[in-house]
C-alpha cells in the first residue's frame, strides 16, 4: 500500500508541475485557480478507492468483482455530477475545466487500473 501511496502522490505532483508550467506560460488564459484542488480530489479519491478494493481482493473474487463496478460507477457519476455542476455554475470557464477534469481523469484512472493488474498480479 506504501507503494501505491508513492507512486499516486508522484503522479501527482508531476502534474501539478505540468499544470503550472503549461498554464502559467503557455495557456494563462484558460488557467482556473480550481484545477491544483481537481488533482487532490482525484488523488484522494483514488487512494480511498484503492485501498477499498484491495480490501475485497482479499475477500474473494466475487467481493472484488462487485466492489470494482461499485466504485467505478459511483467515481463516473460523482465526477459527472461535479462537471455538471461546474459547467451550469461557470459557464465562462467551463470549456477549460472540462478538458483539465476530463485528462485528469483519465490520468489518474489509467494508473489505478494498472496498479490494480499490478496488485492482481502479485497475489
Known sequence: MRKHITK?????????????GLFYEI??????????????????????????????????????????MAWFSIKLFLNLTIIVAF???????ALSFVLYFSACYIFFTVFEVTSLVKSLKSK
Not at 482556473?32 to 484491495?54: C, D, E, G, K, M
Not at 459547467?87 to 470557464?93: Q, S, Y
Open 8 to 20: 499516486l502522490a508522484i503522479l501527482s505532483f508531476t502534474l501539478v508541475i505540468l499544470t503550472v
Open 27 to 68: 495557456l494563462n488564459p484558460w488557467f482556473n485557480p480550481i484545477f491544483p484542488f481537481i488533482i487532490l480530489y482525484f488523488f484522494v479519491f483514488s487512494l480511498i478507492q484503492h485501498s477499498a478494493l484491495v480490501k475485497a481482493k482479499d475477500k474473494s473474487p466475487m467481493a472484488f468483482n462487485t466492489s470494482f
Open 87 to 93: 459547467v451550469l455554475l461557470n459557464k465562462p470557464e
